[in-house]
Each structure stands twice: as C-alpha cells, then as structure tokens.
C-alpha cells in the first residue's frame, strides 16, 4: 500500500460556510500555508454547509498552493451522507471529520412546536448520526496515516451537560450527541480512530442573531473556539484528546 505518512491530511469539515466550522476552515489552510517546506505540508479541505455562496467564497479566499478546497452545499437533514461521500470521491480517504454544523431554536417550553422538534432532531441527532456512522466506517477500513485510522471532531455544547432555559429541543439534542460521542469512543479506541467532543459555551457567530455590544464583548469569538479543535489535530499516535471544554473568561451569559 502507498505510504500516506507525506501526503497532506484530507479534512471534512461541515458547517464550514459561517461561525465556528468557517474559523476552523479558515484556521486550517492558514496553519497548511505556514507549514509549507515541512515534511507534511498542505491540507486537502472539503467543506460542506447549506449556502453555496457561502462556500464558494471561502474557496475563492483559501485555495493555493498549500491548500486544495472543494465543496459541496446541500441540507444535512435531507441527505447526511452527502460530505463524506464527496470528500471520498474527490481525495479518496478521510483523516478527520470536524463536524460543526448544527441547528438551534430557543423560545420557552410550552412554545416549542413539533416542527422546531423535528427540525432541531434532523439535523442534531439523526443526520449527525449517520454522517458519523458513515465517516467512522470509512476511517475504520482505510490504511492508516501516521498510526491513526482518523479523527472525528463534533462540537456539541455545555448545553450537552447542563440545562437552559428556552433550550429544551436544543439540550434535547445536545445530551443525545454527547451520549453517542461516549459510545463511539469506547470503539473509536479499539479501532485507533480519536473521537473528541468539543463542548464550547457561548461564542458569538451568526447562530445568535444580532446581540447587544456588552453581550458579545462578553463571549468568546468563534476563533476562540476553533484553535485548540485545530491543536487537537496534531497529537503523537500515543494520545487522544477526547473532551475540550471552552467557556467565556466570565462565565456563561
Ligand atoms: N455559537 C455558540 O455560542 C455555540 C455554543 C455551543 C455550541 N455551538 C454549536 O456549534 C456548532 C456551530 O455553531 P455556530 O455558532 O458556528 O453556528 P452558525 O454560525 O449558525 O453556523 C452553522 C453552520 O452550520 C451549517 N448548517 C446548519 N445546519 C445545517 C444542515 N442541516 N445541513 C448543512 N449545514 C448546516 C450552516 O449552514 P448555512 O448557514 O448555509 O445554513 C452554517 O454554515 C453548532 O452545532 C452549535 O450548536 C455553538
């Protein structure tokens, strides 16, 4: 088999067209780009999220010589396995998954709707579900690189271990991925495939809408966020980060 150990690693990250998946797509091709002339230099990115237009002008801005970017837009929802069987057709392996996209709709319990159930379980719980399950089998029957099978990154919440008010769908959704996480992890060590969840608190990004300035000098900016889900990728073969927990200076809003 062919030694991947020099080829540049191939990235899926989704929801890499706003917020916290765009820092770490940006973060990404800025690191490959500094590295250039290292033994392992470039990245091979495939960023997936809704809005095409989102994601053709991130291309425009990080393609080169240290980064080749493709895309795919599509709804999670609709068809989960869309990112990673792009991202095996176009580069033909996997060496981690960053998965950020995700949904929320925060009003008052008794408010909440079937639809805002349903529309916050599609994608939180069973798109992220197969999305996962299909990358995990891909990484499990690929040649190793670098003594890894593949990394598989999700950015769940602190919503995923404490409750909040006007979040009843979204903690819903939350507790499930990090259920699932601590499932995968029990394989994902056996198999030599890292899985790590990163549980941030608030990080201003269009999720929020329009926030008052003192608010979002209060929280943390998605590049807080994306930084150490990058870092994480660079472990020796001997060590697995596997919870990243990431809050305001201050303390939650
Ligand atoms: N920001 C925070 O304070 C915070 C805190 C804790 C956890 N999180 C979690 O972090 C993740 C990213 O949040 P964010 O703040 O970066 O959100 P964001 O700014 O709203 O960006 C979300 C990205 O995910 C994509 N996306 C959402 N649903 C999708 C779907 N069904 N199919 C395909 N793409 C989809 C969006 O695409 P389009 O824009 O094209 O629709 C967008 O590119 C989410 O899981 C969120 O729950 C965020």
Redesign the pocket.
Known sequence: MPDKRSSPPVILV??????????VAEGLAARARARTGAAASGVKLLL????QS??AALQAALQGDAVDCGIV?????DQPLQPVEACLERYGRIDALIH?????RFKDFLEQTPEDLEFTL???IT?TFLLLQRTYAAMKAQTPRDGMRGQIQV?????AEQPFAQSST?CLS?YAQRGLLDVMKLYGRQDGIRILEV??????????GEMPPDQVAR??T?DD?AQPMIDALSLSAHASIENITLRPLHGDL
């Open positions: 989704t929801g890499a067209g706003k917020g916290i998946g765009r820092a997936a999220a809704r809005t989102d994601l837009a599509g709804d999670l929802a950020c996209a995700g949904v929320g599609r994608t939180n798109a950015v769940t919440s602190i919503a979204y939350k549980r941030p608190g608030a990080a201003y990004t269009p999720m929020w929280m943390m998605a966020v």
